[in-house]
């Protein structure tokens, strides 16, 4: 039995893939916490499709995924921020239009000049397959820069988030606050994209700071249990997914899933605690 | 808290001369003047879409005027409390999270020292000790609107703005609330805030400005609100009352039916 629970740790590409899955989750759960409170849980679904189309673009043209889904990514990030202060549109349609349109342009690129093959599929559901060293050396430096944004403009990211107005008013310069917020989604999702698929990306996103939010009222507790969690699933995941032969991101999103029932039927919200009472 | 009168040289805080605010082609205020003194408590009061929330983004520096200018007296700290009701209660912050917000200077998450004393203070002087760290949505109507306070008063504002502090509040705590801000007042802090609540205006604060996209009147509490002045500013005919030596305001009921509703009996006949 451990033996068998040991045996993919043999594989180089498998230790690769479950280092970029734990960091993966990891990353997701702390950015995704920023997202959730927000109510914006549309845009890592949104997100991660617009970047789709960057993905097929850097296909086509042959540069490296993370070069031409990067700058893809970032630049849908910023049409959407940008979109959204022009009034009377709002969040969620700003994100509808510049995604939807990101990622339909991806599909079109695939079907005139891609090829709908296995690294197909790989970018919608994730794949463990491929996950070279330099995937692990990338999330790995994505990871240390967004924990010391996340750290150091701690306050600053918090007050944007919480009271925008406010936090204007105090001086801060809340526009380029969410530019920054919107480029590290975008890049967190870009390097997380090989393992957990476009399709799935947003469960990383939103289970973990879910689990997180019924677990804590404290923003500071949420982004570590956040991360905790959503590394968790990341490291369970991956390897139930090499034991049941299915691709990475269904693994990982299934364990995150299972873990939000079990917590939430342990933590029901504090409304039904009193109703029952 | 420092009294900003102190060294000022008589410099008013706030000097807004001729502004002009537009939005989609709408005018917002038109030529809008206004002076805020130091240690003033001021009540800026009108009907709703007269500007008043938009004349304290100007103050704040949120929105830029179109026409005009907006001074502020050099090195002026603004504390500025937000409406209540548009405040996501369920968002993850303790009472201690969201008061350290306002100390922009320091950007990590862990306070100081100094911070943590600042923080206790302003707790134990708004009567929030204890409630450090319970959830913001824990807290009652009351401390909810303390806190946002206490938040605004650890930047030791010159300057308190409030927007709309006494909406949806009860009869108590729009009391308490507004002892609260006569006492900052006292201590040094002016003090600017918009309200529907004229009553609570006619009793508490000293002086006023009545607004209609632009100033119709300004100054001493008594002699501003008159009828002919509230008539001005809201469109409507309102009778202004003296009893027991407070000024009360009331709607002038309306010259051709009851204010509560058609008359019964006339109803009664034209049934017969």
């Avoid at chain 2, 003047?33 to 007269?50: F, K, R, T, Y």
């Amino acid at each position: 039995m451990i033996d068998e629970l040991l045996r993919p740790f043999a594989f180089e590409f498998f230790r690769n893939g479950l280092i970029v899955a734990t960091l993966a989750g990891a990353l997701c759960g702390l950015v995704g916490v920023y997202i959730v409170v927000r109510g914006m849980s549309y845009l890592a679904h949104g997100l991660s499709h617009a970047i789709f189309g960057g993905f097929a673009a850097s296909a086509l043209l042959g540069v490296s995924f993370l070069l031409g889904a990067g700058v893809w990514g970032i630049a849908s990030a910023l049409a959407i921020t940008s979109v959204t202060r022009r009034r009377p549109i709002g969040a969620d349609a700003a994100i509808g239009v510049v995604t939807t349109a990101s990622f339909a342009l991806g599909l079109i690129l695939f079907a005139l000049f891609g090829h709908s093959g296995a690294s197909f599929d790989a970018a919608l559901f994730g794949s463990v397959l491929g996950v070279s060293l330099t995937s692990v050396i990338v999330i790995a430096i994505v990871s240390v820069l967004v924990v010391a944004i996340v750290s150091f403009a701690y306050r600053p990211l918090l007050f944007t988030t919480f009271d925008p107005e406010v936090a204007a008013a105090s001086g801060l310069r809340t526009t380029r606050i969410e530019a920054l917020l919107m480029v590290v989604f975008a890049i967190s999702i870009l390097v997380s994209m090989q393992v957990l698929g476009v399709t799935l990306i947003a469960a990383a996103l939103v289970i973990p700071p879910t689990i997180a939010r019924l677990l804590t009222s404290s923003f500071s507790q949420m982004l570590i249990l956040s991360s905790a969690i959503g590394a968790t699933c990341g490291f369970i995941g991956m390897n139930l997914s090499y034991h049941l032969d299915v691709q990475s991101g269904p693994g990982i999103v299934i364990v995150a899933a299972c873990a939000f029932l079990v917590v939430y039927a342990i933590k029901r919200p504090i409304g039904m605690q009193r109703a029952a009472a | 808290m420092s009294n900003p009168t102190d060294n000022n040289g008589g410099q008013p805080l706030v000097q807004i001369q001729g502004l002009g605010l537009s939005h989609d082609r709408q005018p917002i205020l038109e030529d809008v003047n206004l002076i805020v003194e130091a240690g003033d408590l001021l009540g800026i009061v009108g009907p709703s879409g007269a500007g008043k929330t938009t004349l304290l983004r100007t103050i704040t520096g949120t929105l830029g005027p179109d026409k005009g200018s907006v001074a502020l007296r050099s090195g002026l700290q603004i504390g500025y409390v937000p409406q209540v009701e548009s405040v996501n209660w369920n968002f993850p912050v303790t009472v201690r999270q969201c008061i350290l917000m306002a100390r922009t200077s320091r950007r990590f998450a862990w306070p100081t020292n100094a911070e943590k004393a600042a923080v206790s203070e302003v707790l134990a002087r708004l009567g929030l000790d204890g409630l450090a760290d319970r959830h913001i949505g824990d807290l009652s109507g009351g401390q909810q609107q303390r806190v946002f306070i206490a938040r605004a008063l650890l930047r030791s504002p010159d300057l308190l703005l409030l927007d709309e502090p006494t909406s949806g509040v009860d009869v108590a705590l729009r009391h308490e609330l507004l002892h609260l801000l006569e006492e900052l007042r006292s201590e040094g802090t002016s003090i600017v805030l918009t309200t529907h609540d004229l009553n609570g205006v006619a009793t508490h604060l000293p002086t006023v400005a009545c607004i209609n996209r632009t100033i119709i009147a300004h100054g001493p509490t008594r002699s501003v609100l008159n009828s002919q002045t509230l008539e001005a500013t809201y469109g409507a005919s309102m009778q202004v009352l003296e009893h027991a030596g407070m000024r009360l305001i009331v709607d002038s009921p309306h010259h051709t039916h009851s204010p509560f509703g058609p008359d019964p009996d006339a109803l009664l006949e034209r049934a017969e």
